[in-house]
Structures are given as C-alpha cells and as structure tokens.
C-alpha cells in the first residue's frame, strides 16, 4: 500500500505546484511568441520587409559579435529599406552564462549595411555596456541588452538607433581627424 504520510504529501503539493507553474509559464511564452511571430507577419505583408523566417540577412556574420559563443536561436527575421536605407531586423534567444541559474534573454536586433552616413571601419562607442553597436561582417548592428522591441514600434526604432549611429560615427570621424 501507498504511504502517504505527512512528509510525502507537503512533497506532492510542491511537485504539483511546481508543475503548475511551469505549466502556465511555458504556455503563456508560447501564446507570447504566436502573437509576435503573426504580428511580425503582418509587419512583413504591409511595410515592405521580406520575412526570412530564422535566417540573416546576407553578408551579416555574428561569429565576430558579442554573440559569437553563445548558443543563439534566431527568429522573426526581417529584411527591407527604411528612408532607402538596408535594415536587418531579428530577435535573438540565449541562456545566459551563469551555471548556477541560466537566463533565457530575448532581445531585439537591428543591422544597418555599412555605407553612406554610416561607413565605418569600427563600431561607435556609445560608453554604455547596456546599448551596443557591433560590426557584424558587411552591417553595423544594435541592440539593447535584453531588451525586445514591441512590434508596432520597430520602425519608429530603427529610424532612431540610425540617426543615433550617423551622429555617433560622425562625432567618431572628427574625433579621429584631429588626432
């Protein structure tokens, strides 16, 4: 027969609790990514960017980039022009380094193609370990630490993180010629 004494029973409760948590949380990030993945979709159909799904753009490389060693999941990417201008735009996914208690980050990445106002030999600075530009084979990417661009809002975004690196490239040229 089955003992169920005390100890046994506040032993189920915590497993069944537990199971339920993860339960509701593995659901509720699926329902999540459905719904971005159909908005990105829809971003795709009606603002002239071409869904690729879970590939790069070409002749972006992150093998020289802070994700380089880290086991990436790649999704929701996209590419087209904003004010004629390339742009990559994709969601990264990782487990973050610490053994003890891995992390899974999402985060939002945007890629300029090197040229124009934004040909560079290296990545502007923008002196915050948070915000960091990165050059990744022929484009100049971006992306905030942990942090996922609504979709309704990923336009407007990449209109503001290139006017930031035309200022910042420009500001690094001058700086440079004076030396």
Same mark, same amino acid.
């Given at each position: 027969?089955?003992?169920?004494?005390?100890?046994?029973?506040?032993?189920?409760?915590?497993?069944?609790?537990?199971?339920?948590?993860?339960?509701?949380? %593995? @659901? =509720?990030?699926? +329902?999540?990514?459905?719904?971005?993945?159909? $908005?990105?979709?829809?971003?795709?159909? *009606?603002? &002239?960017?071409?869904?690729?799904?879970?590939?790069?753009?070409?002749?972006?490389?992150?093998?020289?980039?802070?994700?380089?060693?880290?086991?990436?999941?790649?999704?929701?990417?996209?590419? %087209? @022009? =904003?004010?004629? +201008?390339?742009?990559?735009?994709?969601?990264? $996914?990782?487990?973050?380094?610490?053994? *003890?208690? &891995?992390?899974?980050?999402?985060?939002?990445?945007?890629?300029?193609?090197?040229?124009?106002?934004?040909?560079?030999?290296?990545?502007?600075?923008?002196?915050?370990?948070?915000?960091?530009?990165?050059?990744?084979?022929?484009?100049?990417?971006?992306?905030?630490?942990?942090?996922?661009?609504?979709?309704?809002?990923?336009?407007?975004?990449?209109?503001?993180?290139?006017?930031?690196?035309?200022?910042?490239?420009?500001?690094?040229?001058?700086?440079?010629?004076?030396?």
């Amino acid at each position: 027969m089955l003992d169920l004494s005390e100890h046994s029973t506040q032993d189920l409760v915590r497993l069944a609790l537990n199971t339920a948590i993860v339960v509701v949380s %593995g @659901t =509720i990030a699926a +329902v999540r990514a459905i719904r971005r993945r159909s $908005a990105v979709k829809k971003l795709a159909d *009606s603002g &002239g960017f071409e869904k690729l799904g879970s590939e790069l753009v070409d002749g972006l490389f992150l093998r020289k980039t802070s994700f380089a060693w880290r086991e990436l999941k790649i999704f929701n990417s996209l590419q %087209g @022009t =904003i004010r004629g +201008v390339d742009v990559a735009i994709f969601d990264v $996914a990782y487990v973050t380094e610490d053994r *003890s208690r &891995g992390q899974r980050v999402v985060q939002t990445v945007v890629g300029f193609r090197i040229e124009g106002p934004l040909a560079c030999s290296e990545a502007p600075s923008t002196y915050q370990a948070a915000f960091v530009f990165e050059i990744a084979g022929d484009w100049l990417i971006y992306f905030s630490e942990g942090r996922q661009i609504k979709v309704e809002e990923l336009e407007s975004w990449c209109n503001q993180v290139y006017d930031y690196a035309a200022k910042l490239i420009q500001e690094q040229a001058v700086v440079s010629s004076r030396n």
